[in-house]
């Protein structure tokens, strides 16, 4: 099989470089390797043009947030795609040839997502962890889900062109989600595997802390406006506007958070253009994966897991 791995930047020689240079340790090469540099201003681009004569690199004019790794899959020529981010390491030389082994021998895996494990200790912990699952108790099972983990992911190419890409509108969070709806509801499967594992060194550098509160908030109207039928659309808005005003209030971001309901309601206007509500089946299909969803204990043990390390990684 041809596989293409697509990397995204933004600002982050200092990590991107040493990926590149860590893919040559890889028992399995890919036919192509592309970098799509989100208009860094830190010589990112001239770096790799330097150092890397093999990597197909495009730079965009301007940042357009996750869902810049558009243009990268939309030039890649493989069967398979993978999609790394830039702080996103694979732990095992043999990571690129165990991919192409799970999609070889199981034709009905479209999406295959990693294990992710910390920078620091190589575990796994809360904050790379969004499956519908008991992390302690599932995250050494291979599953099917209904999430997809942007920079740490393999595709069949073939998808692509059936649901179409990222959204563009959203920049940065739950892009992901909006593109599993759109997969599971044409009937491709998404899958995690713990065979596959890569480490999130999490590079904190030039991100900016207000960023989650504002687009987590945001868009997660925008998400329900787009893909839920119209009851459940309802509930997941009010329920995630809920959990995202407990995120700000521990962040101290508050502000960003009002601001990000209002721009929320605004922009359903822009966003009804979109809309598909998935289908009874797709509703059922997802009822049945999450099934071993925690109950709310457990998820505001984690919910507050969480928040505080993204707190300590961020330093607010």
């Not at 004569?53 to 869902?67: P, Q, T």
């Not at 209904?146 to 920079?151: C, N, P, Q, T, V």
């Not at 920049?171 to 759109?182: Q, V």
């Not at 899958?191 to 207000?210: A, G, L, Q």
Request: glycine share 6%; hydrophobic share 35%; aromatic share 12%.
């Amino acid at each position: 099989m041809n596989i293409s791995l697509v990397v995204l930047t933004c600002n982050r020689k200092d990590s991107v470089i040493p990926l590149l240079k860590s893919l040559e340790e890889q028992t399995r090469y890919p036919e192509e390797v592309i970098v799509v540099d989100n208009n860094s201003t830190d010589g990112t681009s001239d770096c790799i043009k330097q150092q890397f004569k093999f990597v197909r690199l495009v730079r965009l004019e301007e940042n357009r947030g996750a869902s810049g790794r558009n243009e990268g899959i939309k030039r890649a020529g493989g069967d398979l795609v993978i999609t790394l981010d830039d702080d996103v390491f694979f732990a095992e030389r043999c990571g690129i040839e165990k991919i192409e082994q799970i999609f070889e021998t199981n034709r009905d895996v479209s999406v295959l997502n990693f294990q992710i494990l910390d920078g620091e200790h190589q575990k796994i912990i809360p904050f790379n962890w969004f499956h519908p699952y008991e992390m302690e108790r599932y995250a050494d099972q291979h599953l099917l889900t209904d999430y997809i983990s942007e920079g740490a992911v393999c595709f069949r190419r073939e998808v692509f062109a059936v649901v179409g890409f990222y959204p563009e509108e959203f920049f940065i969070s739950h892009e992901g989600p909006d593109l599993s709806y759109r997969l599971l509801d044409n009937d491709f499967s998404i899958e995690y595997s713990p065979e596959i594992k890569v480490i999130h060194r999490c590079s904190t550098e030039h991100r900016v802390t207000w960023r989650n509160t504002y687009y987590d908030t945001r868009n997660q109207i925008w998400l329900a406006i787009r893909n839920l039928p119209f009851f459940r659309a309802l509930a997941h808005i009010f329920y995630r506007l809920f959990t995202t005003f407990l995120f700000a209030l521990m962040r101290r971001q508050l502000r960003w958070y009002l601001k990000a309901v209002y721009d929320g309601f605004r922009g359903i206007g822009s966003e009804l253009k979109y809309r598909k509500p998935i289908s009874k089946n797709t509703v059922s299909k997802i009822r049945n994966i999450r099934k071993h969803k925690p109950g709310v204990g457990y998820k505001i043990m984690s919910f507050v897991k969480r928040v505080n390390l993204i707190n300590k990684t961020f330093e607010v």
